[in-house]
Structures are given as C-alpha cells and as structure tokens.
C-alpha cells in the first residue's frame, strides 16, 4: 500500500513539474513592446501577474494539504 502512494506522489510531481514548466516557457516569449502602459495598480495584479497570483496559489495549497496529510499520519496508531 506504501509502495502505490510513493508511485502517485511521484506521478504527481512529475505532471506538476510539467505543467509549470509548459507555462513558464509559453509565458517567457513576451515581447517588452506588447506590454500596455497600466495607470492603475489593480490592472497589474489582475491583468499582468494572474501566472503568479495562481502560483502562489497553489503553492499555499500544497502547505495546506501537506499539513493536513502530516497531521492525518500522526492520528494513526503505529503499525508493527
């Protein structure tokens, strides 16, 4: 039973790692003459940084569910 969750987690790392790595490279070919000029600050939260605030996002979420998981771990009785 150990065995398959080590294999999902690596699975799971390896498809995260993809798919941040796809977006980090389809993001990066932004030429400097196609940014807009942005009066309010607002608009740069939103509009321009939206890749980083859902980073961000999901990096607070895996804090989360790596919390919740320690704390399932240390519920369970030991097994021998």
């Known amino acids: 039973m150990n ?3 080590t294999i999902g987690a ?3 790392s390896v498809v995260f790692i993809l798919i ?3 977006v980090l490279i389809k993001t990066s070919h932004v030429e400097p003459s196609l940014v807009p000029e942005i009066t309010y600050p607002g ?4 509009n321009t940084r939206n890749f980083e605030t859902i980073l ?3 990096i607070l979420l895996s ?3 790596a919390i919740l998981m320690l704390l399932r771990a240390s519920r369970r009785e030991p097994q021998v």
């Not at 608009?43 to 939103?46: G, I, N, S």
């Open 56 to 58: 961000q996002g999901f």
């Open 63 to 65: 804090g989360v569910f």
């Open 3 to 5: 065995g398959g969750k």
């Open 43 to 46: 608009d740069v939260l939103w």
């Open 20 to 22: 941040v790595a796809f």
């Open 10 to 12: 690596g699975v799971l």
